[in-house]
C-alpha cells in the first residue's frame, strides 16, 4: 500500500506517469476509474480549490466524495500516542483512520500547522498518523508541504513550454509579503518539485530569516544534484528576477520567529516591496515574458499587482485547474486502476 505525503516518497518516473495521466484525463474526463469507490476528504482547514477538484474529480470518475470536517461536522480528533483525552477531542485518530479505512478505499488529510513550534509542527503529526493507523492509502491534500500543488504546477510549466523535458529552466522562488504570516508548504513543496525536475531553482527571500527548513533545502540541493539542475539562495532581487523563465511567488514566516509572530512583523512589513510587479517581471526572460504563477489564494496588490495576475504570461488559472486532472490521476493510481493506453 502507498501513500501521498510528500513527492519525494515517490519516484521520478512515477511522477511522470502521473503527469502523463493527468494530460490523458484532461482530454477525456469522464473515466469509470473509481467506480465503486469511496474517498473521505478530511478536512481540519478550510479550503476552495482542494475541496471542490477531489469532490468533482472523484464524481468525473464514477466514485463517491464524503467531505469530513472535524470540530464542525464531525467529531473534534486528538493524534498524541498515550494521550490522556480530557480536553476538546472525542475521537482519537487511531479510530478515526482505522473506521474510515473500512468504509473507504483512500482517504485525503488537509491539516495546517499550528503555528506555535515548529520542532512538533514540522513532524507532520496529523497526517503521517492518518497514514500509520489508516489501512488504505492516505493523500495529502496540504499539511506542511502541498505536493498536488506540485503537480500542478510542473504540469501547467510542461503545457506552457510545451515541454514535459524543464531541465535547464531558470526558476525563481520568490518570498512575498502578506500581512499576516503562512504556512511554508508551497514554498517547500515548489522548491523540492522545481529541483526534482531539474530546473536552475533561486529561492529569493529578505534574508536568512526566510530559509526554509533545512528538510527542505537539503532535498532540494539533493534534486538538484541527481537530476542536473541547480539550487541556490539569494536576497538581490534585480539578480534573482534577470533571465528568469518562471517566477513562483508565495509567501511564508521565518521559521526562527515561529510563534514568536510579534518579534517577526516588523521584519515582514519593511519588505513590502518584495510584491511582483511590472518592473521586476521586465527582467525576465525574453523581453519580459517570463512566466508568473502563484498557488492561490493570492492577495492582489499585496503578493502580486494586477498587471501581473492577469498578463498573458500568468499561469495562476491553468495552474489552479490542473489540481482537477493531477488529483484523478493520483486517485486512480492509488487504486490501482487501469490507464488507457
Known amino acids: 500500500m502507498k501513500h501521498f505525503i510528500t513527492t519525494q516518497e515517490w519516484s521520478r518516473s512515477e511522477l511522470d506517469d502521473l503527469l ?36 468533482i474529480g472523484t464524481w468525473q470518475m464514477g466514485g463517491h466524495a464524503v467531505v469530513l470536517e472535524p470540530g464542525q461536522g464531525a467529531w473534534a480528533m486528538a493524534f498524541g500516542e498515550g494521550e490522556v483525552m480530557d480536553g476538546v477531542p472525542e475521537e482519537h485518530v487511531s479510530e478515526a483512520a482505522r473506521v474510515l479505512s473500512r468504509y473507504c478505499d483512500l482517504i485525503a488529510v488537509r491539516a495546517f ?16 498518523s492518518f497514514a ?29 513550454f510545451g515541454t514535459s523535458d524543464l531541465r535547464g529552466k531558470k526558476y525563481v522562488l520568490t518570498w512575498t509579503y502578506h500581512p499576516k504570516p503562512l504556512n511554508t508548504a508551497v514554498a517547500n513543496s515548489a522548491a523540492i518539485i522545481a529541483t526534482r525536475f531539474g530546473m ?58 515561529f510563534g514568536n509572530w510579534d518579534a517577526e512583523k516588523p521584519i515582514r512589513d519593511a519588505n513590502k516591496h518584495f510584491i511582483v510587479d511590472e518592473a521586476k ?40 485547474e490542473n489540481r482537477l486532472h493531477v488529483q484523478k490521476a493520483l486517485l486512480a493510481a492509488l487504486v490501482g486502476a487501469p490507464v488507457r493506453a
Not at 493527468?22 to 482542494?50: D, H, I
Not at 496540504?142 to 506540485?150: A, L, S
Request: proline share 6%; glycine share 6%.
Open 281 to 320: 517581471m521586465a527582467l525576465t526572460a525574453n523581453g519580459g515574458q517570463g512566466v508568473f504563477s502563484h498557488c492561490l489564494p493570492a492577495r492582489r496588490n499585496i503578493k502580486a499587482t494586477d498587471a501581473v495576475m492577469d498578463s498573458p504570461n500568468s499561469l495562476i488559472i491553468e495552474e489552479a
Open 20 to 55: 502523463a495521466h493527468a494530460t490523458e484525463l484532461k482530454r477525456e474526463p469522464m473515466q469509470p476509474l473509481l467506480e465503486g469507490k469511496a474517498v473521505a476528504l478530511v478536512f481540519f482547514n478550510p479550503s476552495l480549490r482542494t475541496r471542490s477538484s477531489f469532490e
Open 113 to 128: 500547522p499550528k503555528f506555535q513550534d515548529w520542532s512538533v509542527d514540522r513532524q507532520d503529526l496529523v497526517i503521517r
Open 132 to 160: 500509520k493507523h489508516a489501512t488504505v492509502p492516505v493523500i495529502n491534500m496540504e499539511t506542511i508541504t502541498h505536493p498536488c500543488q506540485e503537480l500542478a504546477h510542473i504540469l501547467a510549466l510542461q503545457e506552457r
Open 200 to 257: 536552475d531553482v533561486t529561492l529569493l527571500c529578505p534574508d536568512e530569516r526566510y530559509r526554509l527548513d533545512e528538510r527542505y533545502m537539503g532535498w532540494a540541493t539533493q534534486n538538484a544534484e541527481e537530476a542536473g539542475g541547480s539550487f541556490s539562495v539569494s536576497h538581490n532581487i534585480e539578480e534573482a528576477y534577470t533571465g528568469a523563465e518562471v517566477v513562483y511567488a508565495k509567501s511564508w514566516g521565518a521559521l526562527p520567529f
